[in-house]
């Protein structure tokens, strides 16, 4: 069985510029998760969703960050303007509907320039 | 606000020496105590949930221990292979169902 697959796995971008991050789930994980991990840091949640609903986005920060899981299966995390801070590894996670077993994606991790 | 502490930092090991990593915790109501492994350039993998106070899990040389203010993860006559990163994470009964993380214990053994 195929893990979650991320896309692009590095993007180095300027500042200001726009980045956006894909992420295909395992197959029939109706929760998805989106994950940023500083350097040293654990990883701190984005948004959730259920199936195509986000159910908690409440870290997310909307000035810049937004996401869409349109139906319900891949999701498209995206950052428009980038900033210096946004440097990081950005994670995918989904599960089955059992939040205490999260499966990890590889990452993206961007440098912001 | 569910807070969880980690040391130490970093561990090195002599292959086959024995030790324990410390997860310090505070959480509103504890749903759930996370153990997961982390290697460079990969995402976290998941190890061991633990629920209540005195409940241990074990998976080959790693066993996962609660109390109620900590959890230890003992690793038994490790290997080079168990060079990672090993993070805890904490659920909280209330509020939704985000996991907090600690900032990791990276582990090396040396061979």
């Known amino acids: 069985e195929a893990g979650v697959v991320q896309s692009p796995r590095y993007k180095i971008i300027e500042k200001k510029q726009p980045v956006a991050f894909w992420c295909n789930p395992i197959?029939?994980?109706?929760?998805l998760y989106w994950y940023l991990q500083n350097l040293g840091q654990g990883p701190e949640l984005l948004i959730r969703?259920?199936?195509?609903?986000?159910?908690?986005d409440s870290q997310l920060p909307k000035d810049r960050f937004s996401a869409e899981r349109l139906k319900g299966v891949d999701s498209t995390l995206k950052i428009q303007p980038a900033e210096l801070g946004d440097s990081a590894v950005y994670l995918c996670?989904?599960?089955?509907?059992?939040?205490?077993?999260?499966?990890f994606g590889p990452g993206t991790r961007l440098t912001v320039l | 606000e569910d807070q969880v502490t980690q040391s130490p930092e970093a561990l090195r090991l002599q292959e086959g020496e024995s030790s324990s990593l410390n997860c310090s915790y505070t959480?509103?109501?504890?749903?759930?105590l996370f153990w997961y492994r982390q290697d460079p350039g990969k995402g976290p993998e998941f190890l061991f949930t633990l629920y209540s106070a005195g409940e241990e899990k074990e998976k080959e040389r790693l066993k996962a221990t609660l109390t109620k203010k900590e959890s230890f993860l003992h690793i038994t006559a490790p290997k080079p292979e168990d060079s990672a990163t090993y993070l805890c994470?904490?659920?909280?009964?209330?509020?939704?169902?985000?996991?907090?993380f600690g900032t990791g214990t990276r582990l090396t053994i040396i061979p």
């Open positions: 969703y259920e199936n195509e609903e986000a159910v908690d």
């Open positions: 994470a904490v659920r909280s009964n209330f509020g939704n169902e985000k996991l907090t």
């Open positions: 197959s029939g994980h109706n929760t």
């Open positions: 959480v509103s109501g504890l749903r759930g």
């Open positions: 996670a989904s599960s089955a509907g059992d939040p205490d077993t999260q499966y």
